[in-house]
């Protein structure tokens, strides 16, 4: 089923086929009343999607959300319910039925670059096309028991994809492949150990992550990358500012539009007010920050650019919306602890965490993300109190 990933259809929005396939299963184990066990086993993340849709609704009629993105805004996270559920009742929470499920998703959304691809995908194939599915199609299938006997394959496999998503432009991709080969040097036992273990894997993180900043600064800033790369370098660092947030400019509009309304948000997709466009112009003319506005105008027009899930959340339906992304990113940090030996649980984990702070919400995570919470709970059973009265 989940390789139906590779098509989608559009209403008021964009929606892949799986996951109104999801929906069905969902209404049908609804109907049968056999949704209680999984339920139970999610009650904290379907608790805080709950009130986050109870938001949405009240931010967006008293905010004068327009009807259409009132719709997509609910259905973002009605999708994400739903998807959550479907998964949940298809694997079992089982690790075999969930690597089979990853697969297809991973698989369709290869065909998908084929028979829909996007704007993005066309422009830049590996980053934005067939990059992240043959990446976690091969972490899937290096991820099998029966390669488990080869003990040299995932820290090759990690390597090479690594390097290659690096030349070809792909740093989130590359250093997300990487990381996982020093958890896996880390990890020599699949046994479960106390929160201590979080710390050391916080610091590898951490020292993974500055040590491949500064060699991608080195090799892109002489062109050892390419032309592309190395313009693309120049160009975030030429103010002097850090190639994160460079890259990431729109961070700081939304937290600006997070501090004018902290408690209320601006309601689904967030519309800019001429107000709000002033106070933001201000807050950026005093900060001392130039950006050219013309890109960020072409890609968001009146509304307030944000390019990070919990921001978004948080934007869009106000404070009760920022804490299911942040229990999101939470857990991601709490499954550190696990002892593993699946590249694939390191890299959804890892990436994970990325994704929750700097990339936005859109309709591959709302399958993605319920693949990895159902992965995270299935392999770390001791993340959750109920987990072992599922079994």
Not at 18 to 38: C, D, N, Q, R, Y
Not at 128 to 156: A, D, E, H, N, Q
């Amino acid at each position: 089923m989940m390789f139906f990933s590779f098509y989608s259809v559009n209403f008021f929005g964009r929606f892949l086929l799986v996951e109104l396939l999801l929906f069905i299963v969902f209404l049908f184990h609804s109907v049968e009343g056999k949704i209680a066990p999984t339920t139970k086993r999610l009650k904290p993340l379907v608790g805080l999607l709950m009130l986050a849709l109870i938001g949405q609704i009240f931010v967006d009629m008293i905010s004068g959300t327009l009807p259409i993105s009132m719709l997509k805004g609910f259905s973002l996270i009605l999708f994400t319910l739903t998807n959550l559920y479907g998964v949940s009742l298809l694997t079992k929470f089982r690790p075999m039925e969930i690597r089979v499920a990853l697969l297809g998703y991973s698989l369709g959304g290869l065909a998908g670059f084929f028979l829909q691809p996007t704007t993005y995908a066309r422009s830049e194939i590996w980053k934005f096309g067939i990059g992240y599915p043959v990446t976690l199609t091969i972490l899937v299938l290096i991820s099998l028991p029966l390669f488990g006997r080869f003990r040299f394959l995932p820290l090759v496999s990690l390597a090479l994809l690594s390097a290659v998503s690096l030349t070809l432009g792909a740093r989130s991709l590359a250093l997300f492949t990487l990381l996982p080969l020093f958890f896996l040097k880390y990890n020599k036992s699949t046994r479960i150990v106390n929160n201590a273990r979080i710390f050391p894997a916080l610091l590898i993180i951490s020292i993974v992550i500055f040590a491949f900043s500064s060699v991608y600064s080195n090799l892109a800033e002489n062109g050892s990358l390419g032309v592309k790369a190395q313009s693309k370098y120049l160009a975030q660092t030429s103010s002097g500012g850090n190639i994160i947030i460079n890259s990431r400019s729109e961070l700081i509009f939304a937290a600006r539009g997070i501090a004018d309304s902290p408690i209320l948000g601006h309601g689904s997709y967030a519309e800019m007010s001429p107000e709000l466009r002033i106070k933001i112009l201000n807050f950026l003319e005093k900060a001392g920050i130039h950006y050219d506005m013309a890109p960020l105008n072409r890609i968001y027009g009146d509304r307030i650019p944000v390019h990070s899930m919990l921001l978004q959340w948080w934007l869009w339906f106000g404070a009760v919306g920022m804490l299911f992304p942040l229990r999101l990113g939470f857990l991601y940090i709490k499954s550190l602890r696990i002892r593993n030996r699946e590249p694939v649980f390191y890299y959804l984990a890892l990436s994970g965490m990325w994704n929750v702070l700097f990339s936005p919400y859109g309709e591959t995570y709302r399958i993605l993300i319920p693949l990895t919470i159902v992965m995270l709970l299935s392999l770390g059973k001791s993340l959750h109190s109920d987990s072992s009265s599922d079994d």
